[in-house]
């Protein structure tokens, strides 16, 4: 099994960057496809990007294409994200996830791929 941390979250003026990382213990971490999903208050726990185990491909929700990048170190165990240009509507608990499995089709954004969750991190991007 794996065991998943995020980091980095806070508060940041719309316009502004930040990194998150998400820090997993175990050691077959370099055969999970990873990914962010993100959750707002009243709101469902949404994609926001993933990547295949090698790195070679990553995926980005609509939303915050061009803005935000995923990437990862297997030699670190670490994911990483990072988001400019925030804006408020970004403003969300952000979550990261592992899946035992290689992506098929579009299944890097569903929930239900991921077996493994951390406990989140608060982003807060204010106007």
């Known amino acids: 099994q794996v065991q998943l941390v995020e980091s980095g979250g806070g508060l940041v003026q719309a316009g502004g960057s930040l990194r998150l990382s998400c820090a997993a213990s175990g050691r077959t971490f370099s055969s999970y496809s990873m990914g962010w999903f993100r959750q707002a208050p009243g709101k469902e726990r949404d994609f926001v990007t993933a990547i295949t185990t090698s790195g070679g491909t990553t995926y980005y929700a609509d939303s915050v294409k061009g803005r935000f990048t995923i990437s990862r170190d297997n030699a670190k165990n670490t994911v990483y994200l990072q988001m400019n240009s925030l804006e408020p509507e970004d403003t969300a608990v952000y979550y990261c996830?592992?899946?035992?499995?290689?992506?098929?089709?579009?299944?890097?954004?569903?929930?239900?791929?991921?077996?493994?969750w951390g406990q989140g991190t608060q982003v807060t991007v204010s106007s």
């Open positions: 996830a592992g899946a035992i499995t290689d992506y098929r089709g579009s299944d890097y954004s569903y929930r239900g791929t991921y077996a493994y």
